[in-house]
């Protein structure tokens, strides 16, 4: 029961342009998400984040949005450059889950130059 | 200041072997994690501790160990090795509790054969 959900294994953006990954959830207890971005044989970095009472953080090139109706979050890279190619995780965590923190399986992201 | 250092890199072990994967942090954390992932998923969390002598079971325990004599170190013990155990391990730290960012280590690559 995948209860994080990235249905796009991989993204494809030109470099300049708006690269935009989503990540759906079902858990209604969920408040608070987090973006990670993994380079090869390194481990995840924590990229930005939102708690369940913003629909919206910005971070430089990065916005994370939140969307609880529809329990849909989306992170926004503009502009799009070569070194944002990675591996992107959605991740989420409920005030009364205890320390699990719940990963989607990653959405891997090519900008070409 | 290192991070979350995890040893070793790779590691190939033969079916029923032991082995432990060794995770250190000089960050201070109470809150440490040990995730696996596994090719096209997210990281499944195995175990986490949130002070020294305190561990609990994440969501895929079966077939692992772990202990928290210090702050510092978590390592994670294997015990019977089995073909469904490789994997990357990596092991993470955090300051507070669900709403706090993971930091990571560079992971520990493992087969099982």
């Known amino acids: 029961d995948q209860q994080v959900k990235q249905n796009s294994p991989s993204l494809s953006v030109q470099e300049g342009r708006i690269s935009i990954l989503n990540c759906d959830y079902t858990?209604?207890?969920?408040?608070?998400f987090l973006w990670y971005k993994k380079y090869p044989a390194e481990g995840p970095t924590f990229l930005i984040s939102?708690?369940?009472?913003?629909d919206k953080n910005e971070d430089g090139r990065f916005t994370v949005f939140l969307n609880k109706s529809a329990k849909h979050l989306s992170l926004h890279i503009v502009p799009s450059q070569p070194g944002d190619s990675a591996v992107y995780f959605c991740?989420?965590?409920?005030?009364?889950?205890?320390?699990?923190?719940?990963f989607g399986a990653g959405t891997r992201l090519f900008v070409k130059a | 200041n290192a991070g979350v250092t995890q040893t070793p890199k790779f590691r190939i072990l033969k079916i029923g072997q032991s082995m432990t994967l060794q995770c250190a942090q000089d960050?201070?954390?109470?809150?440490m994690y040990w995730y696996r992932q596994d090719p096209g998923m997210g990281l499944k969390l195995i175990y986490y501790?949130?002070?020294?002598?305190?561990?609990d079971k994440g969501e895929v325990p079966n077939g692992y160990n772990v202990s928290r004599s210090t702050t510092e170190d978590f390592p994670l013990r294997l015990e019977l090795a089995a073909p469904s155990q490789t994997s990357v391990y990596f092991c993470?730290?955090?300051?507070?509790?669900?709403?706090?960012?993971?930091?990571f280590g560079n992971g520990t690559r493992l087969t099982v054969t």
């Open positions: 939102i708690s369940s009472i913003k």
């Open positions: 858990n209604s207890m969920f408040d608070y």
């Open positions: 960050m201070n954390h109470n809150y």
């Open positions: 501790s949130v002070g020294a002598g305190i561990t």
């Open positions: 991740a989420a965590s409920a005030r009364t889950g205890g320390f699990k923190t719940i």
């Open positions: 993470a730290s955090s300051f507070a509790g669900y709403n706090s960012p993971l930091h």
